[in-house]
């Protein structure tokens, strides 16, 4: 892939945040990609997984809003790092627990890197700032 196709899978990709549209995020993933994420104790390899998990963050922040800061991209890989806002009007799942919604606005933080091959994301690394939101949600005390 070009540099410029792999840009525009990230913009997919985050539009697809955006929207809270899991399946449009979900198609861009390859058929073995894995997915690592900070806020859970083994990565995701199937899709549903990866769908359910999506929308963990998109069912708790539905009005979710993008705002990339920073891109970096490769030959065959893309590293990000964001902001985005958004209220917590909907429950969170976190470590197993489901948190009711206490309707606060946040600025959430973090990044992702993203390896691609043949048009998929075929490994994905994400790393959200969850203790900035849960300070912000007053869920955990401000530093």
Do not use: C
Not at 3 to 31: C, K, N, T
Not at 107 to 132: C, L, Q
């Amino acid at each position: 892939m070009t540099r410029d196709e792999i840009e525009r899978l990230d913009e997919q990709a985050v539009a697809a945040w955006d929207r809270g549209d899991a399946d449009a995020f979900v198609s861009l993933l390859g058929d073995d990609f894995v997915w690592y994420d900070w806020t859970l104790p083994e990565p995701i390899r199937d899709r549903e997984m990866a769908r359910q998990y999506f929308s963990t963050w998109t069912g708790a922040f539905p009005d979710m809003r993008t705002t990339r800061t920073t891109r970096v991209v490769g030959e065959d890989a893309v590293a990000t790092e964001l902001e985005w806002t958004g209220t917590n009007s909907g429950p969170m799942v976190m470590g197993g627990n489901e948190i009711p919604p206490t309707h606060r606005t946040v600025t959430g933080r973090g990044s992702y890197m993203a390896w691609v091959r043949d048009g998929k994301i075929v490994e994905f690394r994400s790393h959200p700032d969850v203790a900035g939101i849960m300070m912000q949600l007053g869920l955990m005390p401000q530093m």
